[in-house]
């Protein structure tokens, strides 16, 4: 055995002394900690939106070895002004357009004070029966705002549960196809399963399918074009599964996004779900990022041919100013990913659960626990409304056509994809005669020039061999002035890089 370090070789505080939960305790820390968040709510901007400290910042600032006395509450939070905050990149800055938003909001803060509160540990309907109860209701609220057939919802014949990502919706869903297939067609021809997905398809899916057990030669990432909007094309997909086929292989799983991350593009989901019906393949709709506009009816179309997919996943955290972390995903046939998932051991048994009247989500998930999240989007979609997430959404949307439009009257810049929901992709292309490795030369340099000034932050990507700016609007403090002054930073770094 290790011996204590030399911090500890002290008298004990005495036991009487320590409470961990004191009410009144709590009271004052919980009021200093709102006033210190608030402050940072309101003086976010004076903090360069992306971190410019180097690896390994951190090490030199904190002591080595955790403090044995209590050290007093101020001193710690006074440590996260002077230690924590250089580290931070600022995901709430109305300056931060990179990636896709992380939205948030009050209604959905004082949701997860309330869920941290209860900590309730909601495995089954016994450990906490509201628990599972709203999370049930609140899903089949969201099913109705996105207009979902009742083949969705608790109501109907169908459900949803609260998962932490997309990721995890997505390797649930594997696993309950990848189960039924092989009920099937026997566990022996595993290695003979395939998925499908394009080169827009988020990289985690390929991670997802590796810990399904998917032979990784068995992963097909079909090829997408700017002609096709860089969607997945339903005509490939039907030919690569013909071949894959003739070749005594076996469609498994069919992966369409709704709002791909480097461009926003929208695989066509019913010629999809259609191709996938056809060979018997599960398809599933990531939505993370468009599933969430599908609440305003302009956006709704993206959807159509949902009623012939398995699943369908959204992350509210995204859009729906929930906080991290929030997927919603809804499944056609609940049993299945009950059946691939489920557990039942002695120490958890009990009436409600044997009498078949009850969800117990711990068997629709990866886990066992799980938070009391619901009341994060409970409390979101009762303060605001469908009205005014509606109006959120479609203020983004506002921003990034202003954004798009400023880029188009510079010459000097060009738009490369047709810009998507509130994402739009762009780059500095001043010479016709320049070729391609000049021009991405000169936007990574753009791009650099842009972040290091920590006064905004983007991001980039490839698609089709072409290096682009992508300019996501979403952040819930972003402000029509911030779109402006952003672009005023980047046509001035471009004008600066443009006289070298």
Known sequence: ????????????????????????????????????????????????????????????????????????????????????????????????????????????????????????????????????????????????????PPTFMFSGSGGGVMQSTTSESILCTLVAARDRALEVVGIENIAKLVVYGSDQTHSTYIKACRLAGITPRNIRSLPTTARSGFALSPALLREVIKADLAAGLIPLYVCATLGTTSTAAVDPVEALAEVSNEYGAWIHVDAAYGGSACICPEFRHYLNGVERVDSLSLSPHKWLLSYLDCCCLWVKKPGILVKALGTNPVYLRNKASESGSTVDYKDWQVGTGRRFKSLRMWLVLRSYGVANLQSHIRSDVRLAKLFEGLVKSDPRFEIVVPRRFALVCFRLNPFSWIDADSIELLNRKLLDAVNSTGRIYMTHTVVGGVYMLRFAVGATLTEERHVIAAWKLIQDKGKWLLSL
Request: proline share 9%.
């Open 1 to 148: 055995m290790g011996s204590l370090d030399s911090n500890f070789a002290h008298s004990p505080l005495p036991l009487t002394d320590f409470n961990p939960l004191d009410p009144e305790d709590f009271r004052s820390k919980a009021h200093q900690m709102v006033d210190f968040i608030a402050d940072y709510y309101v003086d976010i901007e004076e903090h360069p939106v992306l971190s410019q400290v180097e690896p390994g910042y951190l090490r030199t600032r904190v002591p080595e070895s955790a403090p044995y006395r209590p050290e007093p509450y101020r001193s710690i939070l006074a440590d996260v002004k002077k230690d924590i905050m250089p580290g931070m990149t600022h995901w709430l800055s109305p300056n931060f357009f990179a990636f896709f938003p992380a939205t948030v909001s009050t209604s959905a803060f004082v949701g997860e004070m309330l869920c941290t509160c209860f900590n309730a540990v909601g495995f089954n309907w016994l450990a906490s029966p509201a628990a599972t109860e709203l999370e049930m209701v609140v899903m089949d609220w969201l099913a109705k705002m996105l207009k979902l």
